[in-house]
């Protein structure tokens, strides 16, 4: 791949041109635009909108969130639930003890 050093696409002189491979091109962006494009690919691949699973699934519970939103994986809309910032805290039950003379 064609690399140019100083990050401007525009300067073809022999000095600013390298080859390298796709990572290193990669790498040759600022961390700004490393990371918007990032986010950018990372938003494209999302197949629903987190927060109205979270809506609905508020109102209806799992499994009839599971098929409104035709989500095959428990893992997945677990998922949505817990990394959302929307997604209500589950209470957590607190186990019991067990004793050591039992």
Do not use: W
């Not at 494009?37 to 699934?57: G, L, M, N, Q």
């Not at 009839?64 to 939103?69: G, S, Y």
């Amino acid at each position: 791949m064609c690399r140019h050093l100083d990050g401007n696409s525009q300067n073809n002189a022999a000095s600013n041109i390298a080859l390298g491979t796709q990572s290193d091109n990669m790498m040759d962006r600022s961390k700004e635009c490393r990371q918007r494009c990032a986010f950018k690919a990372s938003r494209s691949v999302v197949k629903h909108d987190h927060t109205a699973v979270v809506e609905f699934y508020k109102e209806h519970g799992f499994t009839a969130t599971l098929n409104h939103f035709k989500i095959s994986s428990r893992g997945t809309l677990s998922f949505i639930l817990n990394k959302s910032a929307t997604a209500p805290k589950p209470d957590r039950v607190k186990r019991k003890q067990k004793s050591s003379h039992e």
